[in-house]
């Protein structure tokens, strides 16, 4: 088949749906996988391929995938590893049992999906895995200490499966947006509420003059937020580049963030981030 093929995941909504549309219209033939049922039925009346795909369940994981290569005769050009979410709270609130959830969905789903996929790009000659890390996969901030976690744990696997795949043509890159206009802190408010006990924290106040407003404020946005459709252009190049960057950025923040790190001494950098 000429027509090239890509499986995103987590595109009920935000970056994952707008790069799902945005591949389309290149005339990739896009598997747009979602965690919910519901939602693979809207994308399916919008015209996509849409396997469910819930990160935390290896056999949905399995299934998915095989239905992408029925469909495709065997092969699949592009995976973009982008489903995730965020369990926000001081670290000190969060209990073990949700880091293990956060990273079953954020980690190790990835990891699960991409080995998976990697016997397929081998046979074929040829393969992009593309992960959607963040800036707080770069510099962590407070109150994030969950998500931090996740995403510095993908760096790392990133770039050391980067260096393995050095002499393969299969080529391993990452994406590090930062603020993105998306649902993303709306879906965080149900896994704060699931995990964090804030009420009987000794940060209580804090949660209740900082957090909570944030979280539940219908006009919070972060400076320098940009569309989906910014993550959209890095993905394009990453998929179709003769030869990609091993990481894009994305938004000032991330820029800054990657600079400031380079520069600045740890307690410096903390304080910046800090503030």
């Known amino acids: 088949m000429s027509e090239k093929s890509i499986l995103i995941t987590g595109c009920s909504s935000g970056i994952g749906y707008v790069c799902a549309h945005g591949m389309l219209a290149r005339g990739w033939r896009v598997f747009a996988a979602c965690r919910k049922a519901e939602d693979c039925a809207r994308l399916k009346a919008e015209g996509f391929d849409a396997p469910l ?22 092969t699949l050009d592009a995976l973009f590893n982008n489903g995730a979410y965020a369990i ?100 965080s408010i149900r896994q704060f509420e699931r995990w964090v006990d804030w009420q009987s924290s000794p940060r209580a106040a804090q949660y209740e003059s900082d957090l909570l407003t944030r979280l539940h404020s219908s006009t919070e946005s972060s400076t320098f937020e940009l569309g989906p459709e910014a993550v959209l252009k890095k993905l394009v190049h990453a998929c179709e580049a003769p030869r ?10 991330t820029y800054l ?17 800090g503030r």
């Not at 963030?257 to 981030?273: D, N, Q, Y």
């Open 53 to 74: 795909l819930d990160y935390q369940d290896e056999a949905s994981i399995t299934a998915a995938l095989n239905d992408v290569l029925t469909a495709t005769g065997g």
């Open 257 to 273: 963030s990657g600079f400031l790190r380079r520069i600045l001494s740890t307690r410096a950098l903390e304080w910046v981030m």
């Open 88 to 187: 926000p709270g001081a670290t000190e609130d969060l209990p073990t049992d949700a880091l293990r959830d956060i990273f079953e969905t954020n980690f190790f789903g990835w990891h699960t999906l991409t080995r998976a996929v990697l016997p397929v790009m081998r046979a074929q000659g040829h393969g992009r895995i593309i992960q959607c890390s963040s800036v707080l996969g770069l510099i962590a901030m407070p109150w994030r200490g969950a998500y931090n976690a996740t995403k510095f744990a993908l760096e790392g696997l990133t770039d050391t499966l980067r260096m393995e795949m050095r002499n393969t043509p299969i080529k391993i890159i990452a994406i590090e947006p930062g603020p993105i206009t998306s649902e993303f802190r709306k879906n």
């Open 244 to 253: 990609p960057k091993p990481r894009y950025y994305v938004t000032f923040p």
